[in-house]
């Protein structure tokens, strides 16, 4: 864990100017279309790259709502910038002016002392906190899955990684005063579809949940600037380890309940097998769901790319990132013997169990030909990934080894 307190003056300050330089204005919609296309890739062809306000170029894959990709360059190294942080909505239009002068964080429901915080009130009366983690919608890769599922076909870059710095979620709670029987925390954002029949995004967890991770937090900063508005200024909720459909954007509102959160968000949406895997036979309809919840053990080959054409007898360096739902990676190992054999990796800087750890290898083709090189990370309870994929109807969690094909000439 890298949580680690703000200095209580001069970051104090610091975030405060941060805040007041921020406009909480983006305009709506694309106002660039790269005609380059995302690449080799089978997944992404044919795909544009778009730059949205305070984005780099980006993947297209929906604009209502805006699904926007991280190309896989962005994560050669372990923190994602923000303006290459991929962007996920359920519904449209997300919000594109938020008056910050005018914007509360409210804590009610089922407690003693009702909340209503500005953002001055948030940071000056809060200790405020950091970590740096992963955060991954739960569709990553869904189009790899096969047989191919229903949903938004990502690549591998529905993710991302930063530094999130906000208030904790239990000292919020703490000071409005959880009433005795106390079930639930639901979580409500300023993002609201344009159509009725839509349901608006919410997400709960259990009070237990909460207690056992109090890393959670209301962040209000990412890599050290305000959240971008289409990653949720000026507040999410930040879930480290957990995927991120409980990351709530624009958050608003926080209400502790003493009942089950009926949402078609928890109830009917997000929800996987209910089996140690969380899969089923392809094709086949799981008999109970639960909801999706910690991420699993991943690794991705950054370099070499996929296609390259190496040298027979000349030392090749294999880098790419691991990480997991929070126990932090131990070991990452590869093979270019379609896994007869694995040999270990030097890990890079630890950032902290939340973060992706860059990790290099070399490897030396002895021959000509072609080679699948292939990546597995193992995290420190044991957790590894699977030969075979586990498939689910949803195309959730993916975490399969995967491949890069080389040629050695």
Same mark, same amino acid.
């Given at each position: 864990?890298?949580?680690?307190?703000?200095?209580?003056?001069?970051?104090?300050r610091h975030f405060l100017s941060l805040i007041g330089a921020a406009t909480g204005v983006v305009k709506a919609g694309v106002f660039d279309v790269a005609r380059a296309q995302a690449g080799e890739d089978p997944v992404l062809a044919g795909r544009p790259l778009v730059r949205y306000p305070e984005k780099a170029g980006l993947i297209l894959l929906t604009s209502r709502p805006p699904q926007l990709e991280t190309p896989m360059s962005y994560f050669e190294r372990a923190i994602t910038p923000n303006e290459a942080f991929y962007v996920r909505y359920h519904t449209f239009p997300p919000p594109t002016r938020i008056d910050l002068a005018a914007w509360r964080l409210r804590v009610e429901g089922f407690v003693e002392h009702p909340l209503e915080?500005?953002?001055?009130?948030?940071?000056?009366?809060?200790?405020?906190?950091s970590f740096i983690a992963v955060n991954q919608c739960s569709g990553n890769s869904r189009g790899r899955m096969s047989p191919r599922v229903f949903g938004g076909q990502w690549g591998d870059?529905?993710? &991302?990684?930063? %530094?999130?710095?906000?208030?904790? @979620?239990t000292d919020l709670l703490r000071a409005?005063?959880?009433?005795? &029987?106390?079930? %639930?925390?639901?979580?409500?954002? @300023?993002?609201?579809?344009?159509?009725?029949a839509i349901p608006q995004f919410a997400k709960s967890l259990t009070l237990n949940q909460v207690k056992e991770n109090p890393d959670i937090l209301v962040a209000l900063e990412m890599n050290g600037q305000p959240l971008p508005m289409l990653n949720g200024f000026p507040a999410r909720l930040a879930v480290p380890g957990w995927f991120a459909t409980y990351w709530v954007k624009h958050l608003a509102k926080i209400t502790?309940?003493?009942?089950?959160?009926?949402?078609?968000?928890?109830?009917?949406?997000?929800?996987?097998?209910?089996?140690?895997?969380?899969?089923v036979e392809p094709g086949a309809s799981p008999a109970r769901t639960v909801p999706i919840n910690r991420m699993k053990v991943r690794s991705f080959i950054l370099s070499p790319k996929e296609g390259a054409r190496v040298s027979v007898g000349h030392p090749v360096i294999v880098k790419g990132i691991a990480f997991d739902g929070g126990y932090g990676i131990a070991e990452v190992e590869i093979s270019a013997d379609e896994g007869s054999s694995w040999r270990r990796a030097a890990l890079g800087k630890d950032l902290g169990n939340y973060s992706f750890r860059e990790?290099?290898?070399?490897?030396?083709?002895?021959?000509?030909?072609?080679?699948?090189?292939?990546?597995?990370?193992?995290?420190?309870?044991?957790e590894s990934q699977p030969f075979e994929l586990a498939w689910n109807p949803s195309g959730y969690m993916r975490n399969v080894i995967e491949k890069i094909h080389v040629s050695a000439l």
């Open positions: 864990m890298s949580s680690q307190p703000f200095s209580p003056a001069f970051n104090r915080l500005s953002m001055d009130e948030l940071v000056r009366q809060f200790p405020l906190t870059g529905a993710m &991302g990684n930063a %530094e999130w710095r906000g208030v904790r @979620l409005a005063g959880v009433k005795d &029987g106390a079930v %639930e925390v639901a979580f409500q954002g @300023l993002d609201e579809p344009a159509a009725p502790v309940l003493d009942h089950e959160f009926d949402s078609f968000w928890m109830q009917k949406a997000y929800r996987i097998p209910a089996s140690p895997c969380g899969c990790w290099s290898a070399q490897w030396t083709p002895a021959r000509r030909g072609n080679f699948s090189l292939m990546a597995r990370a193992i995290n420190r309870v044991g």
